[in-house]
């Protein structure tokens, strides 16, 4: 019997293709980042778009050619691929097709990237790096918008104006040009979530956890900043809900959750107070005190008149992404003829892409707490995943009670995008067994 000496050259290739794999797990750390950060400032910018679809194809071969792990099909992924079924179909009834293409366009790059994140994030340490290039974006993101606000407020009270409330549509908030302010403050809220899951991974590193602090409260100072009563709302929803959520779930980082949210909200207030946004943010808060709010709430009760109307005539597939205001003109009277969009995302969903696509996102809506609520339940040992699941359904509700009041969602890229990594961070969230990930990780309460 004789022995075959080993392939050298076939170990060679193998330890070839090992190492080129890992150098393509490391690099879906800046590749999602880079994709996020830049559809936030740049929108649908066709750089951003080409350059993510050759990486997508690059991917793709490493994926076919390599040992593809088995995906299981989940309620999210399912009805992702409905809703961008049901956009074809709302594309195609159309009532102005050129409108409606970015939309349509929108939808296929989503569901692309989602896909590429669902089957290409799959270690802990890249989570752990997306998240902390986002956060450090948010960090940057918030500390020029607190600089344009500061010199614009200042000129606003310099020529008299008592309430800066009024002029909050013209404040820039660093938002790219061409959008509008109630579109853009939505990046803010969504990114809120990422400074605290960082600091419940490395709560055990205390100088380095608390340095999580400063980006949450600058985003939470921008927030204060934007004077819209919709975003109040959504970040007291945040808070409440992901409070809510670990308390039911009875998930062991409910303390440290409390600390950091406290200690955020402490130094928020402390800022509040030694500055003049006390009383422009107390004036938000409440609502209806203003003439500019009542409008405000005026002029959206009009335009969901206008959007009823507009969906008797077209009620299964919708008029297509974009065409509103080409239906609403003349049709709502007074301030509805100069709107873009309707001010509820539910509404707008009925009127772009009627019933059906309307129940096609409820279903994905549904689907992401459904399958969100099961992982919670089937992780075990990792708390840190755990958190992650849980602060991201958080994130969503509060983007729901935002969208309730002027949609953007649908409209703001950045949003879109980022809504889209974390439909497949929970899509993904693998159950593991007890004693795993988070006692190497230190994050287990």
């Not at 707008?348 to 696509?357: D, N, S």
Request: positive net charge; charged residues 10%; aromatic residues 14%.
């Amino acid at each position: 019997m004789t022995s075959h000496p080993p392939n050298n050259e076939a170990l060679h290739a193998s330890s070839v293709r090992q190492s080129v794999g890992r150098i393509l797990d490391v690099c879906v750390i800046p590749v999602v980042a880079l994709v996020i950060m830049g559809r936030s400032r740049y929108g649908a910018a066709p750089a951003v778009e080409i350059s993510f679809l050759a990486i997508t194809l690059i991917y793709a071969a490493k994926f076919l050619l390599g040992s593809p792990p088995a995906v299981r099909p989940n309620w999210i992924d399912w009805s992702l691929l409905l809703v961008t079924l049901t956009d074809a179909v709302s594309f195609f009834y159309s009532t102005y097709a050129a409108n409606s293409l970015h939309g349509f366009k929108e939808t296929l790059f989503l569901f692309l990237f989602y896909s590429f994140v669902r089957l290409h994030l799959r270690h802990e340490y890249q989570r752990v790096g997306i998240f902390l290039l986002i956060a450090l974006f948010g960090l940057l993101l918030s500390a020029a918008a607190i600089f344009y606000f500061h010199g614009e407020y200042k000129s606003v009270t310099s020529l008299g104006f008592e309430d800066p409330t009024d002029f909050k549509r013209f404040f820039n908030y660093f938002r790219p040009f061409g959008t509008a302010a109630g579109e853009w403050i939505t990046i803010y809220l969504i990114l809120l979530p990422f400074p605290v899951l960082l600091f419940i991974r490395f709560v055990n590193k205390a100088a380095v956890a608390w340095l999580f602090l400063i980006p949450a409260v600058t985003i939470l100072l921008t927030i204060s900043a934007t004077f819209s009563r919709g975003v109040y709302a959504a970040a007291a929803a945040f808070f409440l809900t992901a409070g809510l959520l670990f308390w039911v779930y009875g998930l062991t980082q409910f303390g440290r959750l409390l600390r950091f949210n406290l200690c955020a909200l402490l130094a928020l207030s402390a800022v509040l107070c030694l500055t003049p946004l006390m009383r422009p943010a107390l004036t938000t808060a409440s609502m209806f005190k203003t003439t500019s709010q009542v409008r405000s709430f005026e002029a959206r009760v009009s335009l969901s008149t206008a959007a009823r109307g507009i969906v008797k005539g077209h009620p299964l597939f919708g008029v297509g992404a974009y065409n509103f205001p080409m239906h609403s003109v003349g049709g709502g009277g007074g301030d509805s003829a100069y709107a873009g969009r309707v001010y509820n995302l539910f509404l707008q969903l009925l009127v772009e892409k009627g019933v059906v696509g309307l129940l096609a996102y409820c279903l994905l809506f549904f689907g992401f707490f459904k399958v969100s609520h099961d992982k919670v339940r089937l992780i075990q040992g990792d708390a840190f995943q755990q958190a992650v699941v849980v602060l991201f359904m958080a994130t969503f509700v509060a983007l729901i009670v935002r969208d309730l009041s002027y949609s953007s969602i649908l409209d703001n890229e950045g949003v879109s995008t980022l809504l889209f990594f974390i439909f497949a961070n929970n899509a993904l969230a693998e159950a593991r067994p007890a004693g795993g990930a988070s006692a190497a990780s230190g994050v287990r309460g």
